[in-house]
């Protein structure tokens, strides 16, 4: 079910992903990759993608890849993708979804945008976005 809370936490996961429409690390270039891609959660897969880079999947616009985005982390916090588990939080979640299974800088930074972005907290369960 889409709520704004899943709304915002997918918002949080596109800036932390570095979805931008100019990539300043490359002094203009037009947009980051995911943002060329139209993907804003850097999704490897997904049943919604029209191409796929090798390593992410490419949409055919912004709107399927919020979309594909969004049913993702829907899946995810509704049970629906075993590797996740029961009463599983959005840090251990988000440490699958990134494969960040070490703690380190970035990710703690990714976790703090999550947090800003959604008004969750990293100790919560992944559910309580639904």
Known sequence: MFTS???KFCYGISVAEG?????????????SASYRNHNP?????????VG???EFAVFENDIMGFAALVRQIELIATGKV?????NCTIEKAMQIYTAD?????EFDNYLTILE?????KRSDLISTIM
């Open 101 to 105: 299974r070490d703690p380190s800088p």
């Open 19 to 31: 979805w931008h429409p100019q990539d300043l690390a490359n002094q203009g270039a037009v947009g």
């Open 41 to 49: 959660g850097n999704l490897r897969v997904s049943e919604y993608e």
């Open 5 to 7: 809370k899943l709304a």
């Open 116 to 120: 800003q972005y959604s008004g969750a």
């Open 82 to 86: 075993p590797a996740y588990g029961d």
């Open 52 to 54: 796929n880079t090798g």
